[in-house]
């Protein structure tokens, strides 16, 4: 669907593979990839933000989730949330990486607990 540029039927057909498999890491990634792609990170819609959840539950230390549930819980005044998600993302970090710089300006950003 998604080569023949058919994004809700592609969405539709992730989503029902996720129902099916909830534990699968593909089916997971491939329907978060899909979801981003179709613009539900700008702002971070619950449907996407259900999804990293989902994928947390299965893998706790993805980086990419623990990113997008940090900012999902910022974007809906969880602070408390948000600094739990990217303080766990920091400590999977290299110090001297871009990543952990900007996961240590986003916390920064959210001011003191």
């Known amino acids: 669907y998604g080569v023949l ?12 593979a996720v129902e099916a498999g909830p534990a699968r890491m593909d089916a997971l990634s491939a329907y978060g990839e899909a979801l981003q792609a179709a613009g539900e990170t700008s702002p971070i819609t619950a449907r996407f933000a259900q999804t990293m959840q989902q994928i ?28 739990g998600y990217w303080e766990k993302l920091r400590g999977n970090l290299p110090p001297d990486s871009d990543e952990y710089r900007a996961v240590s300006g986003a916390l920064h950003e959210l001011g003191k607990p």
């Open 5 to 16: 540029g058919r994004k809700a039927d592609s969405l539709a057909a992730l989503a029902r």
């Open 56 to 83: 947390l539950t299965v893998e706790p230390a993805n980086n990419q989730a623990l990113w997008f549930m940090g900012v999902f819980s910022a974007q809906n005044g969880g602070k408390a949330a948000a600094r």
